[in-house]
């Protein structure tokens, strides 16, 4: 069997490093005796760990002192319920900005619980982000939802949007931790784990303060924000082991340069792909708009721009007798898509390029 090279879109790639301590502490936590898996969230031991992960989110991205660090169970869709669970009662409507499938589908949970306006023309070819001087802002809207990064699309949000006044509200959950941002810029980011940062089951989530103590009444609490920074994460049993699987990627991240240095190696591993693209005559076919293209997901099409579907099926075969797997695109988008998340490496992403490469000089005409 070839070594495996995993550019799946999520749960993805993570550090190698991460497995060897993972693998050291799995049946002995910080030096209890017994696994994480059987000891209690109400531990000293836990508790200290729950506060040092909160401390390396607060190093990493910078993250002022009037914002909680909350981590809830339920993935990046507990918190599209969260979000207007949370954040609704103050005028009953909210703005969602709809760039791809995740934020139409964050869009499609807030009209559960209050008037949902849609600040783009609806489409269903997300292939960029008009600029922001045509965005139908409401400004008696409770909130801004954006979707800093469409997994699915390969959009990426790479400013942040000005919603005079209004709280901004980001999905983060498949560029989190892959750049610096600026924090006060936000209201509230969240994010599932399993991309860049860890396994699925945990939701990072960052709320200004002044947000809390709003939540609707029907507000189940273990999605209540409030609630759970009163608890500092521990109202319910929380999803401990993902908690502390994402703690061991933020070290991770930390220990190889923070912030900067991902964003560079992004910079970098994207390029390398995006520029494969562009040389290859129409051979591959990156349907996003330049300024919008994601540094973290990559879609692209063989053959032509809409896809000759033989050709991509051989273009998979090829790839994965080679060991490069998880490269299909999401099934309602087809193609390709490859995944670079933080843990993929610049010599695997080289890897997937010169088997692009000659898979174009082999099949171009
Ligand atoms: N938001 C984005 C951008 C995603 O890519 C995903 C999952 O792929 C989700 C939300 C949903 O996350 P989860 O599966 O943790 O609920």
Redesign the pocket.
Known sequence: MPKIHNFG??PAKMPEEVYDIIRDELTNFKGSGISLMETSHRTPAYMKFNTAVQETVRRLLNVPSNYKILFLA?????QFAAVPLNLMSRTGTADYVVTGS?SAMAAKEAKKFGKVNLVLPATDKYTGIPDQSTWNLDPNASYVHI?G???IHGVEFDFIPDTKGVPLVA?M??NFMSKKLDVSKFGVIY??A??NIGT?GV?LVIVREDLLNQALPICPAILDWTANAKADSILNTPPMFAIYVMGQCLEWIERKGGLDKMAELSQKKSSLVYGMIEKSNGFYYAPVAKDARSKMNVPFRVGSANGDEALEKEFLKGAESLGLIQLKGHRSVGGIRASIYNAVTIEEVEFLVKYMKEFYEKHAK
Do not use: H, L, P, V
């Open positions: 879109a999520g339920g993935g990046g869709q507990g995740w979707c990064n469409e997994t999905d959950s498949s994010g599932g399993q991309k699925s939701a």
